[in-house]
């Protein structure tokens, strides 16, 4: 069973930034995802990365703003986010696929949740 324990969230001014943490023992052998849920809409991927690091998917509306890194030495993901804007408040989850290197960054394939972290961004 792996607990994926998110933290970083808070309030932020537009135009400001956040980085995300995404933290569990033995997620050195996930590929992770970034997902978040607005209210009012669907839960949606952001980003995901595979084991080897490299970055599997971003979404259109945060190219150029976000960005995802992880350290395995220290079994921690990051969702480092830039040029924060209202639109972006929500829930950020974390999630990890179904074991293997690769993922597709696909909500159904997650096997394991963290329980989210609420990020803010208003004035």
């Known amino acids: 069973q792996l607990q994926l324990v998110e933290s970083g969230g808070g309030l932020v001014q537009p135009g400001g930034s956040l980085r995300l943490s995404c933290a569990a023992s033995?997620?050195?052998?996930?590929?992770i995802g970034w997902f978040r849920h607005a209210p009012g809409k669907e839960r949606e991927a952001m980003l995901c990365i595979h084991r080897n690091g490299n970055t599997a998917y971003s979404a259109d509306s945060v190219q150029g703003r976000f960005t995802i890194s992880r350290d395995n030495a220290k079994n921690t993901v990051y969702l480092q986010m830039n040029s924060l804007a209202p639109q972006d408040t929500a829930v950020y989850y974390c999630?990890?696929?179904?074991?293997?290197?690769?993922?597709?960054?696909?909500?159904?394939?997650?096997?394991?949740w963290g329980n989210g972290t609420l990020v803010t961004v208003s004035s």
């Open positions: 999630a990890a696929d179904q074991p293997g290197w690769y993922t597709r960054c696909r909500d159904r394939d997650m096997e394991y």
């Open positions: 033995g997620l050195v052998n996930y590929a």
